[in-house]
């Protein structure tokens, strides 16, 4: 069924107001994917604030050219059937979901993606990317290494006194 005139252009303003606000996009190809399996990842993609797009890719590419950041990204890679990962909160968390998403469901195969700036992101990158830390993570992890060694301080000071 084809969409209306005005459908497209609410798309492509709701489009391009998620593009304005993204820190990255990341797109994979679902051929194959059930419904059941995207309900999957949309719940996993709601718990990072990430949105889950399945739209037209020339509407995408349409949303691209309003955004100075994006008139000049390369888009030829946007063809077949693709979803976007659209994350706005933390820099790597649409790379994060899908990566993460895609190493339980071989059927969904990342493609690429695009910063806030507009470089494109290889398939290696998006996987590179999707597998760091997140930045609550990387904090826990330098509290741990900072207190490990003054609690290995407060333990010696502690078996001294007992001695």
């Not at 979803?83 to 790597?92: K, M, P, Q, V, W």
């Amino acid at each position: 069924m084809a969409i209306s005139k005005d459908k497209k252009t609410t798309l492509v303003a709701d489009l391009t107001e998620l593009l304005n606000n993204s820190k990255m996009v990341t797109y994979a190809k679902y051929e194959g994917l059930t419904v059941a399996e995207l309900q999957e990842l949309r719940k996993l993609a709601r718990e990072s604030d990430v949105k889950i797009k399945v739209v037209k890719n020339r509407l995408l590419k349409v949303a691209m050219k309003e955004i100075a950041a994006y008139k000049d990204t390369e888009t030829t890679g946007l063809t077949g059937q693709l979803l976007y990962a659209i994350g706005s909160d933390e820099d790597f968390s649409a790379a994060k979901v899908l990566a993460k998403f895609a190493k339980t469901h071989n059927k969904m195969e990342l493609i690429g993606g695009f910063n806030n700036e507009g470089a494109n992101l290889s398939k290696e990158e998006v996987v590179a990317l999707g597998s760091l830390p997140t930045k609550n993570e990387l904090i826990a992890q330098v509290v741990d290494t900072l207190l490990s060694g003054i609690n290995g301080i407060v333990s010696g000071l502690e078996n001294r006194e007992a001695k």
